[in-house]
């Protein structure tokens, strides 16, 4: 998923799609229901020392809500399976047990346990299909009539508590709807802002593009075809070569039409800096990733370097540029020439080596590997993560 | 004529045919026999006898509408050996070309030391080698790609990075010779795939055309 890759790179990883958000939502208003239900269910208990069944009956309603809340929260939300076991024990049996075990006779003494379906119910709507948010229902309801008709409730206590059932599920899942249109809605409009920035992205990357044409290789080919300058001289046909060299890499660049060119654009700027010194570049890159930009700038500092040390040292005039992806985050950036070379046991790496390779690609995450012989060039490997 | 190569132009790009024909002047070991804008064109300045150059220089993509696969079968057909040139190295057409029968690859920004190497070796029969070949044979993502071995890959990728093969070879501590082997065998590796491919089209075209596969 670039495009969640994308907003965690900007720090708003935490705040999640619209989906998400409404999921929580949803969560913590259920979870808040249960917890006032579960309160009166404790102090009714308590208040009254009852028996061992009674308080196992308390504790059997904490452990489920513990499941499935603690699961919601954990994975994001609800699992079915834990809804469902919380109907069918907490609000389809824990009723009868009271009553035929538990000693309770009287509607007040099982109203507790009654409430305990009405927000399990609130916690269906919102998770199961709508066949089975139907059949839990069903359930409840009988559950509440029939448990209600044993311990002689009025018909009142009875009305009242089949509508909070019916009210609990159509609360929870309009407001389940409401949020998740909402949130439907904010990810659309976030899509369509990141995609706007985008295009302004890719616009702006033509612009820079289309300027450097504009100084580099229009200007040159204007000045040929107006005549008067001999283009086989060694300062034209160097000009040449260097400018040709920039529309190749500009070519494969863009081949694998990355909609993101982080690293491709720090890397050319890095090869742009030395060519202007003499140095030819001959640079090769396949599936370049989307890296964090601060990683973008490690490796073009750190290339920058390498390139530097091969125009102060190889003696050629030349470097072998590569970068390439595997097709996920990583990359590998080598800046490979065949001069002089040094021998890795005597020599004593300078400050640029020590700092702006090394230590760069270190502080980035990543890992910078030099490796030569006399006679036999240099090759340096920059690779992200390490 | 011995220690003279002859070498075929197919370009339709005239600048860079002129320029090759200054350039090649001064090379004593080559000799430009002919040059043409198409394959079409350079097979009918072909002598009815066999080939009109050893090696043949053919520009990746021709403007006629000809797809590299076809114009190296043409050419190789002659009996010449096809070292393919392009102005930006598109990987899957020179992947294509070397599975076609290509020796070998250059980008036209090449100097002219690289490319007298390159047709000497290719005139001579052994495989010639770029760092823009390996790197297109080391990040082909066809499917249907040879498989390397990690040796073979190795060699490919640290060539491929710009490495001399002898420092290629030293780092994978193996002699040069060796390491020129892996590098052979990856592009045999690759005719022969193409070779398996273009039997298995060329004998469905045949069995289309003598009507046997149809009813």
Known sequence: ?386 | MAGVTTIGVIDDDRMLVDGMRAWLRDEPGLRLTASAATVGEFLGLCPPDGAPAEVVLLDLVLRDGSTPTGNIHRLRETGSRVLVISTVPDRSRIVESLRAGADGYLTKDNDLPTLAAAVADIAAGRGAHSPELAFACAHDTDPARPRLSPRERQILLDYASGMTLKSAARRAGITVHTAKDYLDRVKTKYREAGRAAYTKIDLARRVHEDGLGGS
Do not use: K
């Open chain 1, 1 to 386: 998923m670039p495009l969640r890759r994308l907003t965690a790179w900007r720090g708003t990883a935490d705040v999640g799609s619209g989906l998400e958000r409404a999921r929580s939502f949803m969560i913590l208003a259920t979870l808040l229901y249960r917890a006032s239900h579960l309160l009166v269910g404790v102090l009714a208990v308590a208040q009254r020392q009852h028996g061992p069944v009674q308080y196992a009956g308390v504790a059997t309603a904490l452990g489920l809500s513990a499941l499935v809340f603690g699961t919601a929260l954990r994975r994001g939300w609800f699992d079915r399976w834990f809804v469902t076991a919380d109907i069918l024990v907490a609000g389809g049996a824990l009723p009868f047990v009271l009553w035929a075990w538990g000693g309770v006779q009287r509607p007040d003494s099982l109203g507790w346990a009654m409430l305990l379906g009405t927000s399990g119910m609130a916690a269906a709507a919102v998770t199961l299909e709508r066949l089975h948010v139907l059949a839990a229902f069903v359930l409840l309801a009988a559950t509440h009539l029939f448990a209600y008709h044993l311990v002689g409730a009025q018909p009142g206590v009875l009305v009242g508590h089949v509508s909070s059932l019916v009210s609990s599920a159509g609360i929870a899942w309009v407001f389940w709807w409401y949020l998740r249109r909402q949130g439907r809605l904010l990810d659309e409009a976030n899509a369509r802002a990141l995609e706007a920035e985008r295009h302004r992205a890719r616009y702006a990357e033509r612009l820079a593009h289309h300027r450097a044409l504009h100084d580099t290789v229009l200007a040159t080919l204007t000045a040929l075809a107006a005549g008067g300058i001999d283009a086989n001289t060694p300062r034209v046909r160097e000009r040449c070569a260097r400018e040709a060299a920039y529309l190749r890499r500009l070519i494969q660049r863009t081949a694998d039409e990355v909609p993101h060119d982080s690293v491709g654009a720090a890397l050319e700027e890095a090869v742009g800096s030395v060519e202007s010194l003499g140095l030819r570049v001959v640079a090769q890159y396949h599936a370049l990733p989307e890296v964090p930009p601060a990683v973008a700038a490690a490796l073009a500092d750190a290339t920058r370097e390498a390139l530097n040390n091969v125009r102060r040292h190889a003696g050629t005039g030349r470097a072998h540029l590569t970068a390439t992806g595997s097709g996920g985050e990583d990359i590998v950036v080598t800046v490979v020439d065949q001069g002089a070379g040094f021998d890795p046991g005597t020599h004593v790496p300078g400050l640029g080596l020590r700092g702006s390779v090394h230590a760069r690609m270190t502080e980035a995450g990543g890992r910078a590997t030099v490796e030569s012989a006399p006679g036999d060039g240099v090759r340096v490997e920059l690779r992200w993560p390490a």
